[in-house]
């Protein structure tokens, strides 16, 4: 295997300019690592690309020797397709230029660029696009998938401010995808995820965006039936520019908190106004305005710094598993399984998430994209993050029992970027029939063999 390894390496260093690194070198076991600990992998190379040349002299690699190609840009995949074992992991952090055309309100993203990066370039020209909400997030994945935070009930879906994509394909050319030209596959990359290609640039409509005003609040799981009674009535009927999430967790050791909540499950309610931040405070008001409240916090902040507000400590997780879905309504009982689950909370980074869409991302005809589901406002994300390997067990069944428990109010299909480990066999569904039909013809077209197939996979047509 050993001699197989140099073997590869040096083939791709013929024509290679960044850095590879291979098992037994001092950087091996950061370079294979991801963000989900659950995932241990050992890839055969990891080839750390400097330019498009590079993916495609990875990809040529792979695909002459039947390899199996994991594509890298955050390592934030929490499914594991970041990195594979025996394959070749095509990792492009080196590749995160971000170019921002203030006069045309257009930004150019090289495809290993961080949320964090692209939301600090932008923002120096009081310009955003709607992403998602954790700033080390890599935005290639998130971006393919779909692409949803606090600027989409007012701006849609990542996707829906995507121009084009330039993209490395299985057959090692480089082609740009957009409304003119490949229309059809700039359909499907649009919610398809990797499937088609390595994305080495994206480009971007840019909104401006300046100060947001921002708020947190936490609630007793007393009062959360009537707090998310209030939401779902509210934000059937809320302007674009409001965005209202709650987040089930247990309360951090926050010292605006009362001692004998902390470590106790709450509900947290988070809005962001995006517009008159005069108008915002009126606004907040009158949704934060139902059940008691602890720990009150409000702000006007840059949109970048709202990001940080994602995680509810100062620990990032080690190991994460999710379970997700939509809603069309939340009825009363499914409100009532939800903080059922919420009591049985074990682990301070774990949350259970309600989302609310709507907005700008509905309004978008579904069939103008591969991402599916644009309908049912509500998502529902069971998210369990901890630390210890010896906890998975009790863990991942928090996330499954509690999918299972709120499963006779889903609807049908999932969000991609929400995907664990063991969905692989849920594609259809997450796409719907016709949808995945389609995808399925785009899949023969530019990745017959399947190359790219770490991925909520779309198999091409008789395989």
């Not at 994509?165 to 596959?185: D, F, K, Y």
């Not at 997700?324 to 399984?337: C, F, K, R, T, W």
């Not at 709120?406 to 999932?414: N, Q, R």
Request: charged content about 25%.
């Amino acid at each position: 295997m050993q001699s197989t390894q140099i073997d590869l390496a040096a083939v791709l260093r013929t024509s290679f300019r960044g850095e590879i690194v291979l098992p037994g070198d001092e950087d091996y076991d950061e370079a294979r690592r991801i963000w989900n600990g659950t995932i241990d992998r050992r890839p055969a190379l990891v080839a750390r690309c400097a330019d498009e040349d590079d993916v495609r002299a990875a990809v040529r690699l792979a695909r002459e020797h039947g390899l199996v190609v994991a594509v890298r840009g955050g390592g934030h995949s929490m499914a594991g397709h970041s990195t594979c074992d025996g394959g070749i992991v095509i990792d492009l952090s080196a590749m995160s230029a971000v170019r921002v055309s203030k006069a045309r309100q257009r930004a150019r993203v090289q495809g290993g660029a961080l949320l964090g990066a692209f939301d600090t370039a932008t923002q120096a020209h009081m310009l955003a696009t709607p992403a998602g909400v954790v700033s080390h997030t890599g935005l290639g994945g998130l971006v393919l998938g779909g692409g949803f935070g606090w600027l989409s009930r007012k701006y849609g879906l990542s996707i829906d401010n995507l121009v084009s994509a330039r993209l490395v394909t299985a057959a090692g050319e480089v082609i740009t995808a957009s409304e003119t030209e490949h229309p059809e596959l700039f359909w499907g990359l649009r919610g398809g995820g990797g499937n088609f290609g390595v994305v080495t640039e994206f480009e971007f409509r840019l909104h401006r965006v300046g100060p947001v005003r921002f708020a947190s609040v936490y609630h007793t799981l007393d009062e959360a039936p009537r707090v998310l009674r209030a939401w779902r009535d509210h934000m059937a009927t809320a302007p674009d520019e409001l965005t209202w999430v709650h987040y089930l967790r247990l309360a951090p050791p926050l010292p605006e908190l009362p001692a004998e909540l902390r470590g106790k499950p709450v509900l947290c309610s988070m809005v962001c106004w995006i517009g008159d931040p005069h108008e915002g405070d009126r606004r907040i008001e009158e949704a934060l305005s139902h059940g008691k409240r602890y720990g009150m916090t409000k702000a006007t902040l840059p949109y970048r710094a709202v990001q940080a507000y994602c995680f509810p400590g100062g620990v990032v997780p080690d190991r994460i598993y999710t379970k997700s879905g939509y809603l069309a309504e939340l009825p009363d009982e499914a409100i009532d399984v939800a903080l059922a689950h919420a009591e049985r909370i074990e682990s301070y980074m774990t949350q259970l998430e309600l989302l609310y869409l709507g907005g700008a991302v509905a309004r978008v005809p579904d069939e103008a994209t591969a991402f599916h589901n644009r309908r049912s406002p509500f998502v529902v994300n069971l998210a369990a993050s901890w630390m210890d390997p010896t906890e998975d067990d009790r863990h991942v069944r928090w996330a499954r029992e509690g999918h299972a428990a709120l499963a006779p109010h889903l609807t049908a299909g999932a969000y991609v970027n929400f995907t664990n480990p063991g969905e692989a066999a849920r594609t259809v569904e997450i796409y719907g029939g016709d949808k995945y039909a389609r995808l399925q013809e785009l899949k023969g077209r530019y990745d017959p063999n399947n190359l790219f197939r770490l991925n909520q996979n779309v198999a091409p047509p008789g395989r």
